[in-house]
């Protein structure tokens, strides 16, 4: 993916956005995949090497705090650690199980994962 961001600040390209929004899926469909490419290209960008995302967890724990001093909120930074763990771990099982590294998964990947969970 294009180290492009789009208007919002966000890692996914314009193209990526686009491409997301062209999908014959439902909204919540697509916003899902939106959300776990967002995640998944900070993944990529906090972690080290190939190793899995379960070994990258201090590094996402440090990078979730520094996010939050942003607004200064403690829960916040507890909530957001939470829920990016929560992505890694859906998106670190899935890479599994269709053997590719986590870091080589794209979009079309993420759509089987939607509607693997979503139903199609």
């Known amino acids: ?43 990529k960008e906090i972690s080290n090497d190939n190793r899995s995302l379960f070994e990258e967890d201090k590094l996402l724990r440090e990078w979730c705090e520094k996010q939050s001093q942003k607004f200064n909120d403690k829960d916040f930074d507890q909530l957001f650690y939470e829920q990016m763990s929560s992505a890694a771990k859906k998106l670190n099982f899935f890479s599994q199980s269709i053997e590719k590294n986590f870091k080589e998964l794209d979009l079309d990947d993420l759509v089987l994962l939607v509607l693997q969970n979503h139903g199609s």
């Open 1 to 43: 993916m294009s180290n492009q961001t789009n208007s919002f600040g966000s890692p996914l390209s314009d193209e990526i956005v686009k491409k997301i929004e062209q999908l014959n899926l439902s909204i919540i469909q697509k916003h899902h995949i939106r959300l776990l490419a967002h995640c998944l290209e900070i993944f």
